[in-house]
Nanobody, 123 residues
Framework: VYLEESGGRLVQAGGSLRLSCAAS????????MGWFRQAPGKEREFLSA????????YYSDSVKGRFTISRDNARNTLYLQMNSLTPEDTADYYC?????????????????WGQGTRVTVSS
């Protein structure tokens, strides 16, 4: 099982960015996937999760209305569209996959993780 994030870069406040997470390996784990982030000196934070079908979706209050999770199963890719970015969104962003259909926000529920992609939002 391998997850690889991409798309992180420096962006100005108010801008948008789309992150991608390419998945490969046995399909058994592809029941639910999520996005998390970790800012320097802070704990890893849940952002969003979705089932293998792309519905339902689940968002944290901190990103609801600004971020959108989606997936393209034909491409084995998970996305995170991020709009109205602020400097507080600066962090390393991670995708994760879990066995089972339940959408959860707990990092301990996710068995597989990517290496992360860095997003920096300048003011």
């Amino acid at each position: 099982v391998y997850l690889e994030e991409s798309g992180g870069r420096l962006v100005q406040a108010g801008g948008s960015l789309r992150l991608s997470c390419a998945a490969s390996g046995p399909s058994f784990y592809r029941n639910a996937m999520g996005w998390f982030r970790q800012a320097p000196g802070k704990e890893r934070e849940f952002l969003s999760a979705t089932s293998w079908s792309g519905s339902p979706t689940y968002y944290s209050d901190s990103v609801k209305g600004r971020f959108t999770i989606s997936r393209d199963n034909a491409r084995n890719t998970l996305y995170l569209q991020m709009n109205s970015l602020t400097p507080e969104d600066t962090a390393d962003y991670y995708c994760a996959a879990k066995i089972g259909m339940e959408l959860t926000s707990d990092t301990l529920d996710y068995e597989y993780w990517g290496q992360g992609t860095r997003v920096t939002v300048s003011s």
